[in-house]
């Protein structure tokens, strides 16, 4: 297609040249101006210039020490993950105050270093949503102490081998990932207090939970999954409090526990599927104050060494295969010793102590569906004599042990029985049994 005439062509040009110089005239005055000179050659005053942006991010030279701005990049990191705070808590987590005004978060000074580092966190009941702790819990390199229990932290348990100080942990009732004991753990050498109840771990426990942690005082694994057998050493640890109630733990209680008779003060066997004979060492433990292994399988008499828990206040021994006599000599705890309560409930036993008879009457025993004459609240006649029909080949695996390892007739010389009753009337008072909360 053929252009424009000549004529218009030459029209069309001049248009543009006179935008054109229009433009530049405009452009050079502002030149002009930017470099201080006016349109008519005489100087005008200079523009300040703009300043930066500031930025919203303290710098790491505003930070008390290099390890405190480390640690905030960490804990910043971490916020963004975070879903879900309906406390408000990470909105106090901005600033360069960690030690301060942080919420969870305590400073100290490690071993034999001059500055302040971020040394525990304590989320506990904060509520707060994150799909995983990785990345934050160890990215801390001076923690001692993480405790987080009921938030929603998913996701696997962080390798925490690398934190030298580290000695207390507790991530109880989240939702970490279904998985088997955590065996990163046992190589926390100075750990004091390992709490994994509430969550959705299986499997066997590891034997090294109980030969990994010399200065180990509470290991609280109830109400997950874990199953199988417990494993033999279990008496090895010198653990005060162990909680391995509410699991699925078959096979019988290990003879080691008696390895543990001047260490454990309150352990929980209870609600678990635990066979075999009651065990004659559960009687050695000397220093015991809670023996709960209710709601099992468990078989057999009581054994006489049972006699020799002096120091025991709650005895649960509820709803197992139990039959024979209760021991004169264990009722007797209830005033020779610190006994508040005895809970023999839902097994066959057939006959009680003289003594016994006295604790029924001041609510401190309770035998409540077993096969004792006279006793209240009694099974039939017919489910007794069906379960000796049934079990009486099975009674001489467990034969009655009437050997008393210790002199049960010494008294405690006035005991304050209405103090004592007092101390242990709120089961909170018991750290194990505080932890079958979540």
């Given at each position: ?70 640690a ?162 279990l008496?090895?640890s ?58 099992n ?8 060494s ?7 206040e ?76 049934e ?8 034969p009655?042990n009437?050997?008393?390892?210790c ?32």
């Amino acid at each position: 297609m053929a252009g424009p005439p000549g004529g218009c062509r030459l029209a069309l040009f001049c248009v543009l040249a006179v935008s054109c110089i229009a433009l530049a005239a405009r452009t050079s005055d502002a030149t002009a101006r930017d470099a201080g000179v006016g349109t008519d050659n005489h100087p005008i005053r200079y523009a300040a210039p703009p300043p930066p942006p500031m930025s919203s991010e303290p710098r790491a030279c505003e930070f008390e020490n290099l390890r405190l701005y480390r640690a905030y990049l960490v804990i910043k990191k971490f916020k963004k993950t975070v879903t879900r705070d309906p406390k408000g808590v990470t909105s106090t987590w901005t600033g360069t105050d960690l030690c301060g005004s942080y919420k969870g978060f305590f400073c100290e000074r490690p071993r034999n270093i001059p500055d302040r580092t971020v040394a525990s966190v304590d989320l506990n009941g904060y509520q707060l949503h994150a799909d995983s702790l990785e990345g934050f819990v160890d990215g801390l390199p001076d923690l001692a102490l993480f405790h987080a229990n009921s938030n929603n932290f998913g996701g696997a348990l962080p390798n925490l081998k690398k934190l030298q100080y580290f000695y207390e942990l507790d991530v109880s009732n989240n939702r970490l990932a279904p998985a088997p004991f955590p065996t990163d753990v046992l190589g926390l050498a100075n750990a004091t207090f390992i709490d994994i109840r509430f969550n959705s771990f299986f499997g066997e426990l590891p034997a090294g939970l109980f030969s990994s942690f010399p200065e180990v005082q509470a290991i609280f694994v109830n109400n997950n999954q874990f199953s199988g057998n417990l494993p033999d050493n279990l008496g090895d640890s010198p653990v005060n409090y162990l909680s391995l109630a509410n699991n699925q733990f078959t096979g019988p209680i290990p003879a080691s526990i008696a390895n543990a008779a001047d260490t454990l003060l309150e352990v929980l066997f209870l609600d678990n599927m635990l066979s075999g004979c009651l065990p004659y060492e559960l009687g050695l433990l000397a220093q015991a104050t809670v023996i709960d292994a209710g709601t099992n399988r468990l078989t057999g008499p009581i054994p006489c060494s049972y006699a020799c828990l002096r120091n025991v206040e709650q005895l649960n021994l509820a709803d197992n295969l139990l039959y024979g006599v209760v021991p004169d000599a264990l009722c007797r705890l209830a005033h020779d010793g610190h006994l508040t309560n005895l809970t023999l409930s839902g097994n066959y036993f057939t006959w009680l102590g003289q003594s016994c008879w006295d604790l029924i009457n001041e609510g401190k025993l309770n035998v409540d569906r077993n096969c004792i004459p006279w006793a209240p609240n009694q099974r039939s006649y017919e489910e007794c004599a069906e379960f000796f029909h049934e079990n009486w080949t099975k009674m001489t695996t467990c034969p009655v042990n009437f050997h008393v390892p210790c002199d049960h007739h010494k008294g405690y010389g006035g005991v304050d029985a209405g103090r004592e009753e007092a101390k242990a009337a709120e089961e909170y008072q018991y750290r194990t049994y505080s932890a079958l909360k979540p």
